[in-house]
Structure formats: C-alpha cells, structure tokens
C-alpha cells in the first residue's frame, strides 16, 4: 500500500486543481483501489460553504461535492473516521483531487491519500 499525505492553506474563494499534481503517486502504476481521507481545520468561526472534494481516476468522475469534517487544528484524517470517498483505478489511470473552498474564509485542509494495489 502507498500512502500519500497533503496539506492545503484552503485560502478563502479558492480552487485547487489537482492536490495531486507532481506527486510520484499521480498515476497508478498499477490497478488499485484509491481510498481519501480528508478534514477541514476548526477556525475562528466555521464556514457556511465548507471546501468540497471531488475525485476522479482517469476520466472516471468517482467522488463529487464531498464534504470533510471540521476538527479540532491539526487532527487527522483517521482512516477509522475520515473515508470521504474511494474507487478502484486501472494502471496508467491518473488520481485528481480537486479542493473548492467557495467560502470567503480560510479553511486549512489535510488529505490522507491510500493506494491499494489490486494486481
């Protein structure tokens, strides 16, 4: 199993294309089943419009407007807990995360990325 970790700032009215970009695990080597984790920072005061998640595997759209839970700062994701969404990738497939924060504050985002070889 590969593990990759993230971190985003969640800067107010902001979209992040690809978390995965440029990460050695941005395609599969493999077929796999891809498992995400994510929560959002407490702030000062939670978000009306919290930052949404959306997956794709190749051009396979499987996790749309996926919401994480707001915690306490620097808090997970826990596997036991935080699985927004997963899906299974062919080899040559690449992971896209994308991370919305529609808000007009900062959401301070982590994601914990699984990587489950099939073959």
Do not use: H, W
């Not at 702030?43 to 949404?52: D, G, K, Q, S």
């Amino acid at each position: 199993m590969q593990t990759a970790q993230f971190s985003d700032p969640g800067t107010a009215a902001t979209t992040v294309v690809n978390i995965m970009a440029g990460s050695k695990f941005e395609f599969l080597a493999r077929p796999a089943q891809v498992r995400v984790y994510a929560v959002i920072d407490t702030t000062a005061a939670i978000p009306a419009n919290r930052v949404i998640l959306d997956l794709s595997l190749g051009n396979v759209v499987v996790g749309e407007a996926r919401t994480p839970a707001v915690v306490a700062v620097d808090t997970g994701p826990f596997r036991n807990e935080n699985l927004l969404t997963s899906g299974q990738g062919a080899a040559g497939d690449r992971i896209q995360i994308r991370l919305q924060n529609p808000d007009a504050l900062a959401q301070p985002t982590r994601v914990l990325v699984d990587i489950i070889d099939l073959a």
